[in-house]
C-alpha cells in the first residue's frame, strides 16, 4: 500500500516538473500584459558593524506594459514599456525567456560579459531569463525551472549583475550585484522577490558589503489603460527590432563582451533614441538603418586589443569602481 502510494506521488511531482517544461510557456505568459508596478527596496545587514545602511526607499513606477513582441513553443520575448502620460512612453527593459538555453553570458564586473557554453545535461528541462537594458545591451542572464508548490508557481535563480539604475548613479562603494531573483505568479499578476547581496570584487575575492531585500510588484490592470503604449510600439517596432538583430548578429561572433559606460558623456541609449526620432523623422532612410545602428554600437564595443589594455588599466582603479548601467 504505502508503495503505490509513493509511486503515485512520484507520478504527480513528474507530471507537474513536465508541466513547467517546455510545455511551461504558460508562466511567461503571465508575466505579459498592462500592470500598476511598485518597486520596494531595504537593505537588511551588513557584516561591517560600522556600516551606515541607506534609507529605505519606495519607487512607484506607474503603470507599465509588458509586450510579447515574439512567441515560440520554446522561447517568448517581452518589451517593458513605462507609460509617464499618453504621450510620453519610454521603452524600458526587455526579458527573453529561451528554454533549455545551451549559450550563456556571464557579467563579470567592468562592463564585461564572458559566453559559457552549457552541455544538455545542464540545461534539461530549465528556462533562461535574459535581461536586457534600454539600448538591448546586456544586463544578466538566469536559469532554472519553474517549480510548482503550494500551489504556487515560482522560477528562482543567483547571477551576477551590474549596478541597478538606482544605485550607480548614487554611490560608488561596490561593484558587483549578486541577485537572488524569485519571480512567483499571483492571482493578481506577478512579484518579483530579490534577496540581494552588495558585493565588492577584487580580482577573485569578494567582500560583502550589505545584503538587500527587494520587491518588485506587478498587479494586473485593464489593458485599455496601455493603450498609449500600444501605439508607441507599432510605431517604433521597426527601428528597435533592428537594434535587437543587430546585437543578435554581434554575439554569434563573439566570445567576450566590453563596453564603455559612456562615450562623450552620453550613455548608448541616448544615441539610439536621438537616432530613433531621426529615423521617424525621415531623416535616415530604412535601407541605412543598420550600418546607422551598428555605428552607435561599435562607439562603444572594445575589441580584443583594447579590451586587454583596458583590463591591465582596470587592475590599477580602486575597488569602489562603479560598473555596468542598468536598472
Known amino acids: 500500500m504505502k508503495k503505490n502510494v509513493l509511486i503515485s506521488i512520484m507520478m504527480i511531482s513528474f507530471a507537474d516538473a513536465a508541466a513547467q517544461g517546455s510545455n511551461g510557456k504558460q508562466n511567461m505568459e503571465k508575466l505579459c500584459g498592462c500592470f500598476n508596478v511598485e518597486f520596494k527596496y531595504a537593505e537588511t545587514f551588513s557584516p561591517d558593524k560600522n556600516y551606515k545602511f541607506h534609507e529605505r526607499e519606495k519607487i512607484s513606477a506607474g503603470k507599465e506594459m509588458a509586450m510579447p513582441i515574439e512567441i515560440s513553443d520554446k522561447k517568448i520575448v517581452i518589451q517593458h514599456l513605462l507609460i509617464v502620460s499618453d504621450s510620453t512612453i519610454i521603452k524600458h527593459w526587455r526579458e527573453e525567456w529561451t528554454y533549455e538555453n545551451p549559450v550563456v553570458w556571464n557579467f563579470k564586473g567592468d562592463n564585461t560579459w564572458e559566453k559559457q557554453v552549457l552541455t544538455p545535461a545542464q540545461v534539461k528541462g530549465n528556462w533562461t531569463q535574459t535581461v536586457w537594458e534600454v539600448s538591448d545591451a546586456p544586463r544578466y542572464q538566469g536559469s532554472s525551472n519553474w517549480v510548482t508548490s503550494n500551489g504556487k508557481n ?124 531621426e529615423f521617424a523623422a525621415g531623416k535616415i532612410k530604412e535601407s541605412e538603418l543598420d550600418k546607422s545602428i551598428m555605428a552607435i554600437l561599435n562607439k562603444f564595443l572594445l575589441d580584443k586589443k583594447e579590451i586587454a589594455i583596458q583590463n591591465r588599466i582596470t587592475i590599477k582603479k580602486p575597488a569602489n569602481i562603479v560598473t555596468g548601467k542598468s536598472f
Not at 195 to 215: A, F, S, W
Not at 247 to 253: A, I, L, M, R, S
Open 154 to 277: 515560482f522560477w528562482q535563480n543567483t547571477t551576477d549583475a551590474p549596478l541597478p539604475r538606482r544605485e550607480y548613479s548614487q554611490r560608488s562603494d561596490y561593484n558587483i550585484l549578486k541577485r537572488q531573483n524569485t519571480i512567483i505568479i499571483t492571482d493578481t499578476g506577478w512579484i518579483h522577490d530579490q534577496d540581494n547581496q552588495k558585493i565588492i570584487r577584487t580580482g577573485n575575492t569578494d567582500k560583502l558589503l550589505v545584503e538587500e531585500k527587494g520587491i518588485n510588484s506587478y498587479k494586473r490592470m485593464d489593458s485599455t489603460k496601455c493603450a498609449a503604449a500600444k501605439i508607441f510600439w507599432k510605431n517604433n517596432e521597426l527601428y528597435w527590432t533592428k537594434v535587437r538583430l543587430a546585437w543578435d548578429k554581434y554575439f554569434v561572433g563573439h566570445s567576450i563582451l566590453y563596453l564603455r559606460s559612456e562615450v562623450d558623456g552620453m550613455l548608448m541609449h541616448n544615441y539610439l533614441n536621438e537616432q530613433s526620432d
